[in-house]
């Protein structure tokens, strides 16, 4: 494992950016949380503090609310579709302006390589702000011929209109936390609602760094308001609050549940992005380097903590053990360290909460007769670190191949029968994603088309973009992040019908 490395003292903008006590973004001020409150955050590498972040709780949350309802009717709703993409599109160019500072405390704050943060995060993040920026002027309605039987020779009118949901609550978990960010931001403002944001506790530095970016771009005040705080105090208020018209919600499936629970007060609308078990099956055509390599990004990536993780590996008997021998060589050649290093290709988990989930499955794993070929426990101890874990003897009763375990380890089970497989693949109360891998494209296909997820990925795994619609079935959650699809979500259909 490399050394952890501190962050250079200096006039260097990410150390000073993280040695400030952060204050929350409401009404285009930053201010303390009104109980005066702090919490601190910590570096996921030495499990030290890293920064001080104001605790919002449900006074910031009400106040963060009104001033969105008020920006709502006011100043942003009097721009046109055009001001609010061009709006959107400066705040894209001063994210890609600060790439790398946004990188660093990316990877400072949750642990993940800096040199992944530079080239997916951060750009994904951007990519996502501009793709949204140019639907801004494309919310459109449709003109309807109608018929209404009982009005025979009468003629109308009629036409939909796209608008607004309204006051829109997003909370997002830790995992990405610009990405999120910027995946419920970008649709919510280029429909034309307002938001009030609340970062994961963990992971809060760049949300709160973007919102400057926010009051740099011109965004009237109000239109996006950041509360930091934790789930339970202002995330549970955010969702709870009259005030809000929709709540977005990315995280676990347990807490997806509250958050539904929550928002049945007023009604308001919900959507969810949330865990996974995602299957990801690997036939004996296959080109062999190619799978093992794709089986071992797809759970690797992210250290494991992506919800569409490919964790449950299926591999079709006659190259069982090839594929798992591959995956388990990847596995043991990954170097585990603080993300800072540049040789780094995994960080730490993000938290003792999760090392200690991540060890307690292993630990039920084991108990329950599974074996690990690569991994297998706690690396060092000092922060938060994992070692890469394949785990073999194992079948669909453990909670090892039932569970998200949210970290770097697979399952992988051997199969000889299609149809079992696909029983077997979809044995799962999750149905985020799958991954597919064969040459033989009727396979591939006909697989996609029987597997209840939300993205299928052929011959490869994790690849998202702006464009392609991203969200599960089942308990994985509501509605699709991205893609033409999201803005169905923050907007609302109004029909307009005239007598002529
Ligand atoms: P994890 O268990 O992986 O930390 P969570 O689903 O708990 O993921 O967290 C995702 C986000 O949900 C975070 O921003 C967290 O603060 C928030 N959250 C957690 N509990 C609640 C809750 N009861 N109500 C609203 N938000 C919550």
């Known amino acids: 494992m490399a050394t952890v490395l501190n962050i250079a003292p200096s006039e260097n903008k990410v150390s000073s950016f993280v040695s400030r006590t952060h204050k ?16 601190d955050t910590y570096n996921p590498a030495t499990g030290e503090v890293l920064s001080r972040v104001a605790e919002g709780d449900r006074e910031d949350i009400d106040r963060a609310v009104k001033a969105a309802r008020a920006a709502f009717e006011g100043r942003w709703s009097q721009l046109t579709p055009s001001e609010r993409g061009r709006l959107i599109w400066k705040l894209a160019d001063l994210l890609e302006e600060n790439l790398e500072e946004f990188a660093e405390l990316e990877s400072l704050d949750n642990g993940k390589p800096l040199k992944i943060a530079r080239v997916a995060d951060v750009p994904l993040a951007v990519d996502l702000f501009r793709y949204m920026a140019g639907w801004a002027t494309k ?49 919510a403002l280029a429909t034309g609602n307002t938001v009030v944001l609340k970062p994961a506790e963990q992971t809060p530095l760049t949300a709160l760094r973007l919102g400057e970016l926010f009051q ?26 009259a005030g809000v018209d929709k709540v977005a919600f990315t995280g676990s499936t347990e807490v997806g549940k509250l958050i539904l629970q929550a928002a049945a007060g007023n009604l308001k609308k919900v959507s969810l992005e949330l865990g996974g078990k995602s299957p990801n099956v690997v036939f004996a055509d296959v080109d062999l380097d ?71 499955y292993l630990e039920s794993g084991f108990s329950e007769g599974a074996k690990a070929v690569a991994g297998g426990g706690r690396l060092g101890d000092k922060g938060y670190f994992v070692k890469p874990t394949v785990l073999v003897n194992t079948n669909e009763k453990m909670k090892v191949v039932q569970e998200e375990i949210f970290g770097p380890v697979v399952t992988a089970i051997p199969f000889s029968d299609p149809a079992e497989l696909v029983t077997q693949a979809n044995d799962s109360v999750y149905g985020l994603a799958a991954g597919i891998w064969t040459r033989d494209i009727q396979k591939a296909h006909r697989l996609a088309s029987q597997l209840r997820a939300g993205t299928v990925w052929i011959n490869c795994y994790n690849i998202f973009d702006a464009a392609l619609p991203f969200g599960g079935y089942k308990q ?19 029909a307009v019908c005239t007598a002529l």
């Not at 929350?24 to 919490?39: D, E, H, P, Q, Y």
């Not at 209109?161 to 830790?174: A, D, H, K, S, T």
């Not at 994985?476 to 109004?494: D, I, N």
């Open 24 to 39: 929350m973004l409401i009404n285009g001020k930053w201010v303390g949380a009104a109980s005066g409150k702090t919490f």
């Open 476 to 494: 994985s959650g509501w509605g699709r992040e991205m893609g033409h699809e999201v803005l169905e979500q923050y907007t609302e259909v109004k």
């Open 216 to 241: 740099e771009a011109g965004f009237p005040d109000g239109v996006v308001n950041i509360v930091s705080g934790f789930g339970e105090t202002a995330g549970a208020a955010l969702a709870a609050h």
């Open 290 to 360: 190619a799978a093992i390599a794709g089986a071992a990004s797809a759970i690797f990536f992210n250290h494991g903590q992506c919800c569409c993780a490919g964790s449950r590996l299926y591999v079709e008997n006659k190259i069982f053990d090839k594929v798992v021998e591959g995956v388990a060589e990847n596995a043991k050649k990954i170097n585990v360290g603080p993300g800072q290093d540049e040789s780094t290709d995994m960080g730490p988990l993000v938290s003792a909460e999760q090392l200690n989930r991540v060890c307690g």
């Open 139 to 187: 919310i459109e309605g449709n003109t309807i011929p109608i018929s209404v039987p009982y009005a025979p020779g009468a003629k109308f009118l009629a036409y939909t209109l796209r608008e607004p949901v309204g006051v829109v609550g997003q909370i997002i978990p830790w995992n990405f936390p610009l990405l999120m960010a910027a995946w419920k931001l970008g649709p």
